[in-house]
């Protein structure tokens, strides 16, 4: 083999070039992200959902949820169970999409087939206080009050750093 001048020095640079292309994708979804969420807490629907779209179409499943709570938000219901759906299927393990099927139904009233997806949330994301007290709430509502107070009461246990933004005066 005759060896070829820069040859190696050539490869490193698009090993190098290669490796900064594959890390963008990833900067960019945690900035759709967190733009998304920036967004959705500004009331801004339209923006919210396009940056949720571009980390949803990178491959990111709370992209998706996130696409899922701008429709939740909206009462939306099944465009949000859509995009929840969606999302459990890109990320099984991901709590967001079961609390936020579990939500959807919950705010159909429909507490009793919401109660497994919220505890499947609980389950995945121990400090998902959002999730803790919707399956608190379900629980009563279902005549389960024993469960539900002791669920709502590990709920509120959280410091204010845990605390749901709507439990804050």
Same mark, same amino acid.
């Given at each position: 083999?005759?060896?070829?001048?820069? &040859?190696?020095?050539?490869? $490193?640079?698009?090993?190098?070039?290669? =490796?900064?292309?594959? $890390?963008?994708?990833?900067?960019?979804?945690?900035?759709?992200?967190?733009?998304?969420?920036?967004? &959705?807490?500004? *009331?801004?629907?339209?923006?919210?959902?396009?940056?949720?779209?571009?980390?949803?179409?990178?491959?990111?499943? $709370?992209?998706?949820?996130?696409? *899922?709570?701008?429709?939740?938000?909206?009462?939306?219901? +099944?465009?949000?169970?859509?995009?929840?759906?969606?999302?459990?299927?890109?990320?099984?393990?991901? #709590?967001?999409?079961?609390?936020?099927?579990?939500?959807? &139904?919950?705010?159909?009233?429909?507490?009793?087939?919401?109660?497994?997806? &919220?505890?499947?949330?609980?389950? %995945? +994301?121990?400090?998902?206080?959002? #999730?803790? %007290?919707?399956?608190?709430?379900?629980?009563?509502? =279902?005549?389960?009050? +024993?469960?539900?107070? #002791? =669920?709502?009461?590990? *709920? %509120?246990?959280?410091? $204010?750093?845990?605390?749901?933004?709507?439990?804050?005066?």
């Amino acid at each position: 083999m005759i060896p070829i001048p820069g &040859l190696f020095r050539r490869s $490193s640079l698009i090993a190098l070039a290669a =490796t900064a292309w594959l $890390s963008v994708p990833v900067a960019v979804r945690a900035d759709d992200l967190k733009d998304g969420r920036a967004a &959705l807490q500004g *009331g801004r629907y339209e923006d919210a959902i396009k940056a949720f779209e571009r980390a949803a179409q990178q491959g990111d499943a $709370s992209g998706r949820a996130g696409v *899922g709570l701008v429709w939740l938000r909206r009462r939306q219901y +099944d465009k949000a169970w859509e995009a929840f759906q969606l999302a459990q299927k890109m990320d099984p393990n991901l #709590a967001m999409a079961y609390y936020g099927q579990g939500e959807v &139904l919950r705010r159909q009233e429909k507490y009793g087939e919401a109660i497994p997806l &919220l505890q499947k949330a609980n389950d %995945l +994301d121990r400090k998902f206080p959002e #999730a803790k %007290l919707a399956l608190g709430d379900c629980l009563v509502r =279902t005549h389960q009050f +024993d469960k539900g107070v #002791a =669920t709502l009461s590990d *709920g %509120l246990k959280w410091g $204010s750093k845990w605390r749901p933004r709507f439990l804050v005066a």
